[in-house]
């Protein structure tokens, strides 16, 4: 059974940091997709950043120098470091899994198979 478990929201300020965590388990990646998805209220999820591979990553234009995607392999971890953090990145945020590669960009949640129950960041003065 597959299980993904995120973990480290919570609040900021403007311009802080929080580092989210994806702890994993029954699913062996293997290089394949992964990636984290935010979402607030009455909208779609929306692509952050996803990962193929061991090193090939793709960004949202919105985060795009903020944010860095990283999987930990020896400990199944997916990890999303967030700095510079604004007022609009307030939304719950899930990890995701795919059983291929990535699609395109990676940042289309109809092409991932597993999803965490999500952890809420919200950014505030």
């Known amino acids: 059974q597959v299980q993904l478990v995120e973990s480290g929201g919570g609040s900021a300020q403007p311009g802080g940091s929080l580092r989210l965590s994806c702890a994993v388990s029954?699913?062996?990646?293997?290089?394949?997709?992964m990636g984290w998805f935010r979402q607030v209220p009455g909208k779609e999820h929306e692509g952050v950043a996803a990962i193929d591979g061991d090193v090939t990553t793709t960004y949202a234009e919105s985060v795009k120098g903020r944010f860095t995607i990283s999987h930990d392999n020896a400990n199944n971890t997916l990890n999303l470091e967030m700095n510079s953090l604004k007022p609009e990145d307030t939304a719950m945020y899930y990890c995701a899994a795919d059983l291929f590669p990535c699609n395109g960009l990676g940042l289309s949640p109809a092409d991932f198979a597993f999803w965490g129950q999500g952890t809420q960041v919200t950014v505030s003065a």
């Open positions: 029954g699913y062996k990646r293997n290089g394949n997709c």
